[in-house]
């Protein structure tokens, strides 16, 4: 196993302990961080994505939105060429500063914001139309205390008929059946592997392993999809569709990933 001799990933004696929301941070070091990008391939994740985020943000007349998982850069740089106003803040700071120059590189400047989703009104100013929280990223929260927290935080930073798109792996059916991933849609590099080497209730272990030998590893929170419709409901949020694989009609067992579109409704506070 090759990884950065100055940065490793570090997960201690028993890895498979490691269950605690802070932990991201040792996770996404640098060496792991610039080989993201290999991971999602942005031109065939752009086009397997289409135009599915930004017709549903423009469908509901949204302009100022707040990308609250950034990682490298793909959706805020996809939505700002669509000519939304984009904030883009993220935990990580190496993700943040990637993602600066991946826009950088595109002829564009991210506006970035270093921001933990516990506390995001502190670092992030003002109201938004529209919240994207994407590439699983809220499966990072071990916590049930945090997850109910980022939430919150993200319900008081939309307007009052605000949208929060958010995303997570189909957890059922890598639970329930075992994995089995197409690579259709989010992690589309045809030379890495991303698939997990252990799961129970609690944590899934994936492991990344890239052309060059070297191989990362991410500890998650197995969300399933019921559960996480029910806490965005207890979280003020009314209304509650799902998409799989950007698909309105779908097996339970079939999508790679659940797209929740949450709607804060114009009565709620």
Known sequence: MVTSAIHPQEFGDQPLEVRETE?????????FVEKWDELIDWEARAQSEGQFFIEILKGRGKAKI??????????SVQLLNAGFDVTSADGNAEMLTKAFENGRSRGLVL???????RWLNKDVHGKFDAIVCLGNSFTHLF????????????YAALKYDGVLIIDQRNY????????????????????????????????????????????FHLNLFPLRKAYMRNLLRESGFQKIKTY???QETYEETEPDFFVHIVEKLHGDL
Not at 111 to 117: E, G, I, L, S
């Open 111 to 117: 506006q970035t914001v270093h921001a933990d989703w």
């Open 172 to 215: 059922d059916t890598i639970l329930d059946h075992g994995f089995s991933s197409k690579h259709k849609y989010y992690y589309c590099g045809e030379q890495v592997t991303a698939e997990p080497e252990h799961v129970d209730d609690s944590l899934v272990r994936f492991r990344y392993a890239f052309p060059d030998q070297s191989e």
């Open 66 to 75: 707040l990308d609250v998982a950034t990682g490298t850069g793909f959706h």
């Open 244 to 246: 799989g694989d950007f």
């Open 23 to 31: 932990h991201y941070q040792k996770e996404y070091v640098q060496s």
């Open 143 to 154: 916590d049930e205390e945090d997850r109910r927290r980022a939430l919150a935080e993200f």
